[in-house]
């Protein structure tokens, strides 16, 4: 979508010379939900994986890796830890709440206890592998999210219709944020993202409410549990 730079163009000519790899254009305005929903249209594959050109992969087995986690019938979704390029971590699944919408978890928690794979509220469209057929049969993404909360907004219409979504913690990417996009440093951008959120409180209220998320702090001395919170 809008290539432009000599670099990018010339790797996605020498991509297109691959008989199991298809470069689709498209230079409409940037929409998020829109572009995917085309690329996921004209494709006929069992699975389909979300990326964006700023994740860095760092093990060839990463995506059988988050293939296996499918064996769940009810598993619509799963997700990938990312890190930023200094190696902390960014995405550990997402927490909503109808006060902030949406956050990244960037922590494993007190002991550890969120570093092993588990069901999330949602995952980030950064990278995000959803079986085919659920995703046709929830509609794709909602194209009025052109750049904020379209994934978190097809999580939610996922879990809504009663499927699962894991986040592969043993799966672990390298996210170059906003090298593509930008920061949000424009009130152009800035109004954007309020709109979106508004949008995001009157369709889901309530449902924003985070099933797979625990308030508490540990006080712990030894392995005995003197106190939770």
């Not at 990244?104 to 085919?132: D, W, Y």
């Not at 509609?139 to 999580?155: K, L, P, Q, S, T």
């Not at 009663?162 to 043993?170: H, L, S």
């Amino acid at each position: 979508n809008r290539c432009v730079t000599p670099e990018m163009l010339s790797y996605l000519d020498s991509l297109s010379r691959y008989e199991n790899i298809k470069v689709k254009t498209d230079d409409r305005p940037f929409n998020w939900a829109s572009l995917n929903n085309s690329v996921a249209l004209s494709s006929d594959a069992e699975l389909l994986l979300f990326m964006n050109d700023d994740v860095e992969i760092q093990a060839d087995n990463w995506l059988t890796q988050m293939n296996q986690y499918f064996d769940g019938e009810q598993i619509a979704i799963v997700g990938a830890n990312l890190y930023y390029p200094n190696g902390k971590l960014q995405h550990n699944g997402v927490h909503t709440g109808l006060g902030w919408v949406a956050d990244n978890i960037h922590t494993t928690g007190q002991f550890g206890e969120l570093s092993v794979p588990r069901n999330v509220a949602a995952v980030t469209g950064a990278c995000m592998l959803v079986k085919r057929q659920i995703y046709s049969d929830i509609g794709g993404f909602d194209e009025r999210f052109a750049v904020n909360y379209n994934d978190i907004d097809f999580c939610l219409a996922i879990r809504h219709a009663g499927y699962r979504i894991v986040q592969a913690t043993d799966v672990s990417l390298i996210h170059h944020e906003s090298i593509s996009r930008g920061q949000f440093d424009t009130q152009e951008k800035k109004l954007q993202l309020q709109k979106e959120s508004s949008l995001m409180r009157e369709k889901w209220e309530d449902f924003l409410f985070d099933p797979h998320w625990s308030e508490y702090e540990i006080y712990a001395q030894g392995s005995r549990i003197l106190h939770v919170d």
